[in-house]
C-alpha cells in the first residue's frame, strides 16, 4: 500500500519503460551452519550458539537450514543430530544437509535422521562441469550410477532428497540433463542449480535456470533451488534474480563461505522486503549477523549494507542537515528515507548524526541538544573548529570533553 512518504519518491526501480524483474517471495534455504562455514577464515560456533541461529531463522521466516555435512566427522553428525531435535521446537524451519553420492556419507545422513527422529532433508552432490570432471578423472556412466544408488537408498529409507549439481553454471546441458533426469526417477523431489565458483551473471542465472525449468522440470511435481556464491561480487543480485525462477533461494548470514562467500541471506532479505514481497519483521537480523560475526570471528565492515556500523550514520553536513530537519519534525519515516535508501527503522535502528571534518554547524547544534546540553555559541565554535581539524569522525569522549 503506497504511504503519503511514497509519492515523493519517483521509483525508477519500478517506473520508467524498461521491464521491471520479475522478483517474486520463494522458500529460503540458510546454509550459514553448514557452507558458511567452510570458508578458510571462518570459526565453527559453539552448538548453543548454533541453536540460537536456527532459532533467529525461524523468527525471520527462513524455510529451511543446512544443519552440517553428517559425513565429515562423528563430531559432525551429533551436532546435526542436535539441530535437527531443536528443530522440533520450532514454528516453521526445517532441516536438511549436505551428502556426496557416496555410500559413507548416505548411511552416515540416514543414521543421523534416525537417531534425531526426524527426517532430515538429503542434500546430495556431485560435481558436473566438465573441468571438474576432467579433473576428478570422472566417468559419466560412473556418476549416474552413484547417483541413482544415492538418492534411491535416501528414498528407500524414507528422506526427501534434493539432488544438487556442483558447478552447474559452467557445466554442459546434455551433462545436467543425464544427471536430473536420473537423479529424478530415482525419487528426487528437489534438484538444485548451484554456482559453486560464483561464475555466474545474472544473465547466465537466468539462462541456466529457464533451461533447466524447460527441459527438466517441465512441469512435474519437482521443485529447483539455487544455491550461489559471491566470487565476482554478484551474490545478492544473482540471488534475487534466481527467484524469478527457482522455488528455493539458498545465502548465508554476512555472505559467509567459500573462497569469499555465498549470496548473502541477510541482504537477501532486506531488498526482497523493499521490493514488498515479503512482510516480516527484520529486525532479527541484528542478532543473527551479530552472533555469526563474533562467533565466526567474522567482523562486518562498518559500510556493510544495512547492518554494518556506518549504515545509518552520518558526519556530512548536507546529509546531516536534512536528516536533522526530519527529526525535529519527529517524523522518523521521513529521517529514515531521505538520504536512506534502506530505513532504519525496519532492522530496529536509527540515524546517527556525528561530528567530524565534513560536518557543518547543524551536526555540531544536534548533537547537543540531543544530549541535553546548551548549544552556546562558544561550543559550537569550539567544537567545529576540532571538527575541521581531525581527519576522521570525533569520539563521544572528544565531544563531551570539547562541550565541557
Request: proline share 4%; net charge negative.
Amino acid at each position: 500500500m503506497e504511504t503519503e512518504l511514497d509519492r515523493l519518491i519517483y521509483d525508477w526501480n519500478r517506473d520508467g519503460r524498461a521491464a521491471r524483474a520479475d522478483y517474486r517471495a520463494v522458500e529460503l534455504d540458510d546454509e550459514t551452519l553448514r557452507d558458511g562455514l567452510q570458508g578458510p577464515s571462518v570459526r565453527n560456533p559453539p552448538l548453543e550458539v548454533k541453536k540460537r541461529l536456527l532459532q533467529l531463522m525461524d523468527q525471520l521466516g527462513i524455510d529451511s537450514a543446512d544443519i552440517g555435512l553428517p559425513g565429515a566427522s562423528p563430531q559432525a553428525r551429533a551436532s546435526i543430530v542436535a539441530l535437527a531435535k531443536e528443530t522440533t521446537k520450532l514454528k516453521h524451519l526445517r532441516p536438511n544437509c549436505a551428502i556426496r553420492t557416496h555410500p559413507d556419507d548416505v548411511r552416515a545422513a540416514i543414521e543421523a535422521s534416525t537417531e534425531a527422529g526426524v527426517a532430515i532433508e538429503a542434500c546430495t552432490f556431485i560435481g558436473s562441469s566438465p573441468i571438474r570432471r576432467f579433473a576428478e578423472d570422472w566417468k559419466i556412466d560412473a556418476m549416474l550410477q552413484s547417483v541413482e544408488t544415492s538418492v534411491a537408498t535416501l528414498v528407500k529409507a524414507g528422506l526427501p532428497v534434493m539432488f544438487v549439481t556442483e558447478d552447474t553454471t559452467r557445466a554442459d546441458p546434455e551433462t545436467l540433463v543425464k544427471l536430473y533426469e536420473t537423479a529424478i526417477a530415482a525419487g528426487a523431489k528437489r534438484i538444485c542449480v548451484s554456482d559453486t565458483c560464483g561464475h555466474a551473471t545474472p544473465e547466465g542465472v537466468r539462462n541456466v535456470l529457464t533451461f533447466i525449468r524447460d527441459e527438466v522440470v517441465r512441469g512435474r511435481d519437482v521443485r529447483m533451488d539455487f544455491h550461489g556464491h559471491n566470487d565476482r561480487g554478484l551474490g545478492t543480485i544473482n540471488a534475487l534474480t534466481a527467484t524469478a525462477l527457482a522455488d528455493r533461494v539458498h545465502g548465508c548470514a554476512l555472505g559467509i563461505g567459500e573462497r569469499v562467500g555465498n549470496s548473502s541471506m541477510d541482504q537477501l532479505l532486506v531488498n526482497l522486503w523493499l521490493w514488498g514481497l515479503i512482510d516480516r519483521d527484520l529486525r532479527p537480523l541484528v542478532e543473527y549477523t551479530a552472533l555469526v560475526s563474533e562467533h565466526c570471528g567474522m567482523p562486518v565492515p562498518p559500510n556493510y549494507p544495512a547492518l554494518g556500523s556506518d549504515a545509518f550514520r552520518t558526519g556530512t553536513g548536507v546529509h546531516a542537515a536534512a536528516v536533522i530537519k526530519a527529526l525535529r519534525r519527529n517524523d522518523r519515516a521521513l529521517a529514515d528515507r531521505v538520504y536512506s535508501a534502506v530505513p532504519a527503522s525496519v532492522l530496529g535502528r536509527e540515524q546517527r548524526i556525528e561530528v567530524g571534518p565534513m560536518s557543518g554547524e547543524s551536526n555540531v547544534v544536534f548533537w547537543l541538544e540531543s544530549r541535553g546540553i546548551e548549544a552556546t555559541r562558544g561550543r559550537i565554535d569550539r567544537i567545529l573548529a576540532a571538527a575541521k581539524d581531525a581527519d576522521q569522525l570525533l569520539t563521544e569522549d572528544e565531544l563531551r570533553r570539547l562541550a565541557r
